[in-house]
């Protein structure tokens, strides 16, 4: 198990190259979050979700995303309260203190979901949930120390140096963890090290000796991590260069951001994330609003940043907007939500640029998907998750076709569209296709980007971490 001496040490980045690196030496590996909390989800082969971190982590272990590797999943839907995924499934919508008195319960279905997990592979990576050393946390926990025991799992600790004080991480969570906790961790690595590895030889032997923890490694920085996608909304930047540029205005609770890593990763193409409080900007080529979490809600944060009247004017000048799941109901004329399921019943008013009216649903839609691109027939692979159903005019101006079924919509200028279709972008042929209609380039192929940048992330962690070490140190797990 892969814990950290703090949050966004680089867990997720680490399991993912071990995972590729160890498959490269011919051994079947899973990974496994016991508990995440992410609106950036991804949809499974046995139709649920989990962490979007799993799902890169399940591509680097060539093997299908499934909902084992991360049975709890948390989707805040507000600053108190979340909805809870269990098994790729809704559980409940809870408030902080409730989801506490729940973890008893979730506990059961996480050894589940690692016991049949750890039945399909060799190894079976873990990554933790920010820091073992929060003990004020300790008590039901299911996501680090708790989950170390129950399953009897061996950690790794991973303290980050680029935030400094990486010593004081590493040696005060031994320091303030109960001695049973801290007898589960077996070593330690030290991440994110620029500059020449060698001038903290002291700073290992200092933790060494302070912990009597063996060290896996000093692991400089990968300058390629940018080119992986991205799980927390912390983690998303924006890409300024010249070319033609695609404005995404920062929603309060934005989910599902992978369609932006293909278009980030295009070196042809400015992708400029509009926080709040900033107006966007009036030489944008395109708009693009992402999907929510809370759409009823961030349309109204939408608002409040003067973004409908900014949308308004890029329109009048000609210029493009595309809406995605949430933005896709955001850009309607109106948001009916008869059953409360974003807060009190009754209906909104959307932003009135595309001709259709979105009633919500108690059913999700959870699906992997592959569709059709109508003006050139480019095939496209992507994922449905969403709450809500779209209908109106514009509908019959779809672009995409799903089966039998049309899909999206557009004004009758075609320069505003909608659609549910997520990870839509991440299809070559379609998205060279549809940058071409907008004047755009496309010069990659993403996937081929993604596969290669694993591969050298795993040559890394094999060339700055003890592997070798660190499967003596794995054992089986008692649960």
Request: hydrophobic share 45%; net charge negative.
């Amino acid at each position: 198990m892969i814990q950290g001496a703090g949050s966004n040490v680089g867990k997720s980045m680490i399991v993912a190259g071990l995972a590729r690196a160890f498959t490269r030496r011919g051994l079947s590996v899973a990974p496994f979050k016991p508990q995440n909390m992410s609106n950036n989800a991804a949809v499974t082969v046995d139709g649920g979700e989990i962490g979007r971190a799993q799902a890169l982590q399940a591509l680097a272990a060539e093997r299908a995303a499934h909902t084992d590797m991360n049975p709890v999943l948390l989707k805040p839907e507000t600053d108190t309260g979340a909805q809870v995924i269990v098994q790729g499934k809704r559980f409940a919508t809870l408030r902080a203190r409730d989801y506490a008195k729940a973890k008893p319960e979730l506990m059961g279905a996480v050894l589940q979901s690692f016991a049949r997990l750890s039945q399909t592979a060799d190894l079976v990576l873990v990554e933790g949930a920010g820091s073992p050393a929060e003990i004020n946390l300790r008590a039901g926990d299911i996501a680090n120390m708790g989950f170390a025991e129950a399953a009897g799992v061996p950690v790794i600790l991973v303290g980050d140096i680029d935030r400094g004080g990486v010593i004081a991480q590493l040696v005060g969570t031994q320091t303030i963890l109960p001695p049973n906790d801290a007898g589960w961790i077996k070593g330690f690595a030290v991440n994110k090290f620029r500059g020449d590895v060698r001038l903290f030889d002291e700073g290992v032997t200092a933790i060494t000796d302070r912990t009597g923890w063996p060290s896996l490694g000093v692991i400089p920085w990968f300058p390629d991590a940018w080119r992986l996608p991205a799980e927390d909304v912390m983690d998303i930047r924006s890409t300024p260069r010249a070319g033609f540029r695609i404005a995404v205005p920062r929603l309060g609770r934005i989910a599902n951001f992978d369609d932006l890593d293909p278009l980030s990763a295009e070196p042809g193409l400015s992708v400029d994330i509009i926080e709040p409080g900033r107006p966007l900007p009036g030489d944008a080529d395109m708009v693009l609003i992402p999907g929510s979490k809370s759409t009823i809600a961030d349309l109204a944060g939408f608002r409040a940043n003067g973004w409908d009247i900014d949308l308004a004017a890029h329109i009048r000048r000609g210029g493009h907007v595309l809406g995605i799941c949430g933005g896709y109901q955001m850009l309607g004329r109106e948001i009916a939500d008869p059953d409360g399921l974003e807060g009190a019943p009754g209906s909104v008013p959307g932003l009135g640029h595309l001709d259709v009216t979105t009633v919500m649903r108690p059913e999700k839609h959870l699906s992997l998907t592959e569709a059709a691109y109508l003006p050139t027939g480019d095939a496209v692979t992507g994922y449905e998750i969403h709450l809500g159903d779209t209908d109106g005019p514009d509908k019959a101006r779809a672009w995409l076709r799903i089966g039998d079924r049309a899909e999206g919509a557009a004004n009758a200028t075609g320069r505003v569209r909608g659609c549910y279709l997520h990870g839509l972008f991440a299809s070559d042929r379609f998205r060279a296709a549809y940058l071409a209609e907008l004047g755009a380039p496309s010069e990659i192929a993403f996937d081929d980007q993604v596969e290669d940048t694993l591969d050298r992330l795993a040559g890394h962690l094999e060339t700055h971490m003890d592997l070798d070490l660190l499967l003596r140190l794995a054992q089986r797990p008692s649960a």
